[in-house]
Nanobody, 122 residues
Framework: QVQLVESGGGLVQAGGSLRLSCAAS????????MGWFRQAPGKEREFVAV????????GYADSVKGRFTISRDNTKRTVYLQMNSLKPEDTAVYYC???????????????WGQGTQVTVSS
């Protein structure tokens, strides 16, 4: 069992930056790939980024490639999403999830956090 808690969301102007954190409970954090997803009002949840168990492999949605960076610290049981050059269309609730790498990349997760709101003003 893994419990996930996101933090770091907020209101930022277009072009600004935010860093999201997702803290995990339990001793098995390093056994899971971790991912970030987002859901904007009236839209379906979409995949944002994934990182392998060791952190050596990452994947990104085309819409955030080059602007967002996913990383993890297994000693702190935390995964991060550094978001730069934010755009109004990045506005959404951001969720972290844990599962196998291929499952997260496909848009699914076994464990989910409660989400954190990111709002980018123009």
């Amino acid at each position: 069992q893994v419990q996930l808690v996101e933090s770091g969301g907020g209101l930022v102007q277009a072009g600004g930056s935010l860093r999201l954190s997702c803290a995990a409970s339990g001793r098995t954090f390093s056994s899971y790939a971790m991912g970030w997803f987002r859901q904007a009002p009236g839209k379906e949840r979409e995949f944002v980024a994934v990182i392998s168990r060791s952190g050596s492999t990452t994947g990104y949605a085309d819409s955030v490639k080059g602007r967002f960076t996913i990383s993890r610290d297994n000693t702190k049981r935390t995964v991060y999403l550094q978001m730069n050059s934010l755009k109004p269309e990045d506005t959404a609730v951001y969720y972290c999830a844990a599962d196998d790498y291929s499952t997260v990349l496909a848009g699914h997760g076994r464990y989910w956090g409660q989400g954190t709101q990111v709002t980018v003003s123009s």
